[in-house]
């Protein structure tokens, strides 16, 4: 993720897109939370919770590929939920960074009731 021209060079760090994505979430009907892939990053994120944990970003040659790991509201249309995340994230990614999205994976982790 990084561009040369006459001025210098451009970096945009996996860290900064996984900022944006955690963001974008926030506006995602039924998304109740991130959920971190793998049992040591569940431990650590107890510790400190980082949206890191549970956003994977991959550079591909047709673009980034993005997986995230959520917990969704019990109750709530899956697939619906998972299309909006997509549809989501890879608009806000490509006009945030200018950086094309080859696709977008929706991992869901678990289901949480809500009170």
């Keep these: 993720m990084k561009e ?5 060079r451009i970096e ?6 996984a900022t944006i994505i955690a963001q974008a979430l926030t506006q995602c ?3 109740v939370g991130l959920a971190p892939h793998r049992m040591t990053d569940a431990v650590a994120n107890f510790f400190a919770p980082d949206a890191r944990r549970s956003i994977e970003i991959r550079e591909r040659p047709d ?3 993005i997986d ?11 697939i619906a939920v998972a299309r909006s995340v ?10 945030t960074t ?3 999205v080859a696709e977008v994976n ?3 982790q678990g289901l949480q009731l809500q009170r």
Excluded: M, S, W
């Design 4 to 8: 040369q021209n006459e001025l210098g």
């Design 12 to 17: 945009v760090l996996p860290a900064a897109i």
């Design 29 to 31: 009907y039924g998304v």
């Design 63 to 65: 673009g980034l590929a």
């Design 68 to 78: 995230v790991y959520l917990i969704l509201a019990y109750g709530v249309r899956l």
């Design 86 to 95: 997509q549809h989501t994230i890879k608009y806000q990614v490509e006009k």
């Design 98 to 100: 200018g950086l094309p």
């Design 106 to 108: 929706v991992h869901i």
